[in-house]
């Protein structure tokens, strides 16, 4: 049985506020002019800000992408200070950025990269890249005057210097190349990274798929080198027409400048979501009544979302705040938002009555509303500030300029919006037109066409409610999906395929991945992804060279401390992505050079003192130590990892290589440029549950005070969990990590599922039906089509992103799709079944469905008058229960249908007398309003009562009688005498 909880109504705050609305939307009525015109203008001079575009904009990825307090930052900061570059000795393996280069991976199109024809190919672009050059004022600089050096020479591509020496032939075929080392001279070099797809025979090489070049520019003037990297860019496709090989290139400038180049090609698909947005307005709004048609009223809903955006972007970009890509994502949510308003009140509006005036209208419509699209505006924008307590700045500007136009849309639609509803609404009173604005007639003349029918003639409404004529889609809902809904094995099925959504939906959460791929920030079809591309498929075996570094002065002479320091290196290597055998460390070489040359570095002074002339030896060791003023502040070593191939791969390399530097007594840190960005991975799940909890708690709080009754804002946190549970685990599905991105599209999901789940909650805690039944079939019938039109339209604004070439708009896109989706399937289906299992939303107690119709007669007796002294005193007739005017041309033909005979046994009574026959009189309710029994006993000598039903209406004092025709005499039924009635 369900449960009831009579009187847990907690109406406080929602009363008074609806009143409040009710209120402003009649002021709003009575001065529309004012409110449609300054919004316009509003937006005008704050669309100005956008002049400030370029100057906001603000695309740096580590900047906008990576965590502000990154712990990879301050180390790299502690790297940058203790171990300074030497453009002289340079070295790819020490450097704190990714450096200055170009780079390209020829890919051969046999079984061997090391062919003849290959190879020669391969030269042949070497020295086209090397003759690059551009002009600088009155120079012109080639790459031998900008490229790194090292011994006053340009860093060589080693496999170059190898195929240089034994002539393209001389490699294919023999034992000569191995690998990953390979002696060449006096020393041996790591071919790890230029060479990929290697088939070995022990070490030796057999074959090889791939060959990668870098071109390592200086780093002292970024201005020049861009000059030539740029030209490299434009050059490179001209140059890389191969027959034997397939070639990709890419620079350290190309992941930044293809992000760039890519933020404003979704301005064309923001263009033609407006036009689906509109031509679905329309066409939810389409009557075929000419009067009523609301055609207008959905262009300027539209419209109104519109200004939303130009208002608060405009705001935004006049006080400062930067703009990311990730923000042209927002106006695609800010149409689905303000257009789901629209329906709302559209809604709303068309369930009071047209005789009314439309200022009271307005105000009805803002009282029924007010609820629903303050929850909603409410938790979006506090779901988007609290967003911003995120580390990642990107999401910190989504979140800004999102919240500020979900402000701006909420107050548009009450002002904006509302007051076109207004001067629509007085065109409909005038029966005019909505095309022509010419008055029409509301009957079809006789001897006129149907087409004249449909297209000039209009104004009709609803004779029993005096609202406008239901849409098919409500009645769609009241008749059909409703009670279909509520049918006992309807519910079990619900909850079965809640329960299979559940399940999936916690598997694949488990399935979820971290971290945004870099490569992601590219267009599909740039370039660079083709590059990266090459490179994840060839050159994956070995991953970063990893610095550990020691921090502090630390006795390296102590035999004590040094033992230390080895077992944490062997600790390092013992992890399973550290190739023990690659090590590189200046301590390790300086004592075989003491070894060699009969030095006791256990002794503090012979150790620094020689330690100067083994670094002036070994040039490259000169940047692992910070040896200044005869101490030791810090030096490093370098370990090797090994496939490193996903996201989850670099999140526990980083995790555990902290946590053995941590665990190791001598003080160590591990750093590496890819770190900035792999920092993502230490903070994204932890904040983005954060934000969950705290915007799930704000949720809640908000629920309680504006949804009369706390046990159901209980279901709408449970909305809130369910539908993220769902998305998450469906997005893991659909292979969207869990990343920057998609940590913005989760907040947006906690109050989208608000959403859905406050407009059906607030509908059933609001609903004076007897049973949870016919409450969840109420709450469906008045808001089930507006959700599932702001459903759509929301789909509809973010549908054109999956055509999108750019991956952080086709994230975008994905899960938009499932946030909509699962809400609106907990809107229409969960919700509802579920709220009918608990039936403590309701003011009557659940025995009141066992009352005797009798003792409901008798608590109706009553009479219940209200007061309205701003409100129109004209009488009004309820005809047909239509309330129509004295002077209206039908009222005296009409049939009352709210005459009731019944017949009593009692005496004979004056006329004037009021009897409430508890035990005949039935309850009399029509859509939810309880109207006044009254018993008139006439003089005659047959007992014969007349059951007049009066509604005492908002707008007057005085009761309403029924003027209505003699019904004749069958069945024992006595005639009614309505001269009696109306001497009354």
């Known amino acids: 049985m369900p449960l009831n909880m009579t009187g847990c109504r907690t109406d406080c705050v929602e009363k008074p506020f609806s009143i409040g609305y009710q209120k402003f939307g009649r002021f709003v009525g009575r001065h529309p002019w004012w409110f449609f015109i300054s919004p316009i203008v509003i937006s005008t001079c704050l669309g100005g800000g956008f002049a400030f575009l370029w100057d906001r904009e603000a695309n740096d990825i580590e900047e906008q992408f990576t965590p502000t307090n990154g712990p990879a930052k301050l180390e790299r900061l502690f790297v940058r200070e203790n171990f300074p570059l030497n453009n002289s000795v340079f070295s790819s393996q020490r450097l704190y950025t990714d450096g200055v280069y170009a780079s390209f991976i020829a890919v051969s199109k046999s079984d061997n990269i090391f062919s003849d024809a290959?190879?020669?190919?391969?030269?042949?672009?070497?020295?086209?890249?090397?003759?690059?050059?551009?002009?600088?004022?009155?120079?012109?600089?080639?790459?031998?005057?900008?490229?790194?050096?090292?011994?006053?020479?340009?860093?060589?591509?080693?496999?170059?210097?190898?195929?240089?020496?034994?002539?393209?032939?001389?490699?294919?075929?023999?034992?000569?190349?191995?690998?990953?080392f390979f002696r060449f001279g006096f020393s041996h070099i790591f071919l790890g990274y230029s060479v990929g797809g290697v088939n070995m025979s022990a070490t030796v090489v057999k074959s090889a798929k791939a060959v990668r070049l870098f071109y390592f520019l200086k780093e002292f003037n970024r201005s020049v080198t861009d000059l030539w990297l740029n030209e490299f860019l434009r050059v490179f496709p001209e140059i890389q027409t191969t027959q034997f090989i397939e070639v990709t290139h890419a620079t350290s400038l190309s992941r930044q400048v293809e992000f760039e180049a890519n933020q404003w090609d979704v301005l064309p698909l923001f263009l033609l979501t407006y036009v689906i947005a509109v031509a679905f307005s329309i066409l939810s709004a389409l009557r075929f009544d000419c009067v009523r048609n609301k055609v207008w009223v959905a262009m300027f809903g539209v419209l109104s979302a519109g200004l939303a955006v130009l208002s608060s972007f405009g705001m935004m970009l006049y006080i400062g705040v930067p703009f990311v890509m990730t923000v042209a994502n927002s106006p695609f949510?800010?149409?689905?938002?303000?257009?789901?308003?629209?329906?709302?009140?559209?809604?709303?509006?068309?369930?009071?009555?047209?005789?009314?005036?439309?200022?009271?209208?307005?105000?009805?419509?803002?009282?029924?509303?007010?609820?629903?699209?303050?929850?909603?505006?409410?938790?979006?924008?506090?779901?988007f500030y609290i967003g911003l307590m995120t580390p990642?700045?990107?999401?910190?500007?989504?979140?800004?300029?999102?919240?500020?136009?979900?402000?701006?849309?909420?107050?548009?639609?009450?002002?904006?919006?509302?007051?076109?509803?207004?001067?629509?609404?007085?065109?409909?009173?005038?029966?005019?037109?909505?095309?022509?604005?010419?008055?029409?007639?509301?009957?079809?003349?006789?001897?006129?066409?149907?087409?004249?029918?449909?297209?000039?003639?209009?104004?009709?409404?609803?004779?029993?409610?005096?609202?406008?004529?239901?849409?098919?889609?409500?009645?769609?809902?009241?008749?059909?999906?409703?009670?279909?809904?509520?049918?006992?094995?309807?519910?079990?099925?619900?909850?079965?395929?809640?329960?299979?959504?559940?399940?999936?939906?916690?598997?694949?959460?488990?399935?979820?991945?971290?971290?945004?791929?870099?490569?992601?920030?590219?267009?599909?079809?740039?370039?660079?992804?083709?590059?990266?591309?090459?490179?994840?498929?060839?050159?994956?075996?070995?991953?970063?060279?990893?610095?550990?570094?020691?921090?502090?002065?630390?006795?390296?002479?102590?035999?004590?401390?040094?033992?230390?320091?080895?077992?944490?290196?062997?600790?390092?290597?013992?992890?399973?992505?550290?190739?023990?055998?690659?090590?590189?460390?200046?301590?390790?070489?300086?004592?075989?050079?003491?070894?060699?040359?009969?030095?006791?570095?256990?002794?503090?002074?012979?150790?620094?003192?020689?330690?100067?002339?083994?670094?002036?030896?070994?040039?490259?060791?000169?940047?692992?130590?910070?040896?200044?003023?005869?101490?030791?502040?810090?030096?490093?070593?370098?370990?090797?990892?090994?496939?490193?191939?996903?996201?989850?791969?670099?999140?526990n390399m980083l995790n555990k290589l902290r946590d053995t530097a941590k665990r190791c007594p001598v003080p160590l840190m591990v750093y590496h440029w890819s770190f900035i960005f792999h920092d993502q991975y230490a903070v994204i799940v932890s904040n983005t549950i954060q934000n969950i909890g705290i915007t799930s708690a704000v949720m809640l709080f908000i629920s309680l005070l504006l949804i009369p009754n706390p046990l159901c804002s209980l279901w709408v946190v449970f909305s809130i969990v369910s539908v993220i549970t769902g998305v998450t685990g469906f997005m893991a599905l659909w292979n969207v990590n869990l990343d920057t991105i998609s940590m913005i599209i989760l907040v947006v999901c906690i109050g989208f599922s608000v959403d859905f789940s406050a407009h059906i909650s607030y509908a059933f805690v609001s609903s004076k039906?007897?049973?949870?039944?016919?409450?969840?079939?109420?709450?469906?019938?008045?808001?089930?089509?507006?959700?599932?039109?702001?459903?759509?339209?929301?789909?509809?604004?973010?549908?054109?992103?999956?055509?999108?070439?750019?991956?952080?708009?086709?994230?975008?896109?994905?899960?938009?799709?499932?946030?909509?989706?699962?809400?609106?399937?907990?809107?229409?289906?969960?919700?509802?079944?579920?709220?009918?299992?608990?039936?403590?939303?309701?003011?009557?107690?659940?025995?009141?469905?066992?009352?005797?119709?009798?003792?409901?007669?008798?608590?109706?007796?009553?009479?219940?008058?209200?007061?309205?002294?701003?409100?129109?005193?004209?009488?009004?007739?309820?005809?047909?229960h239509t309330f129509l005017s004295d002077n209206h041309p039908n009222h005296q033909s009409q049939t009352g249908a709210s005459v009731w005979t019944l017949t009593a046994n009692s005496g004979i009574t004056s006329h004037t007398q009021t009897v409430c026959m508890a035990s005949t009189v039935p309850m009399f309710r029509v859509d939810g309003q309880t109207y006044e029994v009254h018993m008139f006993t006439p003089p005659s000598t047959n007992s014969q009562s007349t059951v007049v039903a009066n509604q005492i209406l908002e707008s007057g004092e005085n009761g309403v009688m029924v003027n209505s025709q003699p019904m004749s005499q069958e069945n024992n039924i006595p005639v009614v005498n309505c001269s009696n009635v109306e001497s009354l």
């Open 118 to 180: 290959a190879l020669r190919e391969i030269l042949r672009l070497d020295e086209r890249i090397r003759r690059i050059n551009v002009t600088l004022g009155h120079e012109r600089l080639a790459f031998d005057a900008l490229c790194a050096r090292k011994n006053n020479k340009c860093i060589p591509n080693e496999i170059l210097d190898v195929i240089n020496r034994y002539g393209p032939g001389g490699i294919e075929g023999t034992d000569l190349l191995t690998f990953p």
């Open 333 to 383: 949510l800010i149409l689905g938002i303000g257009v789901d308003d629209m329906f709302i009140l559209i809604s709303c509006w068309q369930h009071t009555n047209v005789h009314d005036k439309v200022e009271d209208r307005l105000a009805n419509t803002y009282k029924e509303a007010a609820i629903s699209i303050t929850i909603t505006t409410l938790t979006d924008v506090l779901a």
């Open 392 to 651: 990642f700045r990107s999401v910190q500007s989504f979140c800004l300029y999102s919240s500020t136009a979900i402000l701006f849309c909420y107050l548009y639609s009450i002002t904006f919006f509302g007051a076109f509803l207004v001067l629509n609404g007085r065109r409909e009173n005038s029966n005019r037109h909505w095309l022509t604005c010419k008055e029409v007639p509301s009957d079809c003349p006789v001897g006129r066409s149907k087409w004249y029918d449909h297209c000039c003639v209009g104004g009709a409404y609803d004779r029993q409610s005096g609202a406008e004529e239901v849409q098919p889609m409500n009645h769609f809902f009241k008749k059909y999906y409703g009670p279909f809904l509520t049918k006992p094995w309807t519910k079990v099925c619900v909850i079965l395929l809640y329960a299979m959504y559940m399940i999936i939906s916690v598997y694949g959460c488990f399935q979820l991945q971290e971290g945004i791929d870099l490569r992601n920030l590219a267009a599909d079809d740039s370039y660079v992804v083709d590059y990266y591309n090459d490179e994840k498929a060839y050159f994956y075996e070995y991953g970063p060279n990893i610095m550990v570094v020691v921090r502090g002065k630390f006795p390296y002479w102590d035999e004590k401390n040094i033992s230390d320091l080895e077992s944490c290196v062997e600790d390092f290597k013992s992890l399973p992505f550290i190739e023990k055998d690659i090590f590189t460390s200046w301590l390790k070489s300086y004592k075989y050079y003491g070894h060699h040359t009969n030095l006791n570095l256990s002794i503090e002074n012979v150790f620094k003192t020689n330690l100067d002339s083994f670094l002036r030896f070994y040039s490259d060791f000169r940047q692992d130590v910070n040896f200044t003023n005869d101490s030791i502040h810090a030096s490093r070593f370098f370990i090797q990892t090994v496939n490193i191939t996903t996201a989850l791969d670099e999140m």
């Open 769 to 880: 039906k007897p049973t949870a039944n016919e409450k969840a079939v109420e709450a469906l019938y008045r808001l089930g089509y507006p959700i599932v039109q702001g459903a759509l339209s929301t789909i509809l604004g973010v549908v054109v992103l999956s055509a999108s070439k750019n991956y952080i708009f086709r994230t975008f896109f994905k899960i938009m799709f499932l946030v909509i989706f699962f809400g609106l399937f907990h809107g229409i289906t969960f919700i509802p079944v579920f709220l009918t299992f608990f039936d403590f939303c309701s003011g009557n107690s659940s025995s009141s469905e066992k009352t005797k119709p009798e003792d409901q007669a008798m608590g109706n007796c009553q009479p219940k008058i209200r007061h309205d002294k701003g409100d129109d005193q004209d009488k009004q007739i309820y005809d047909n």
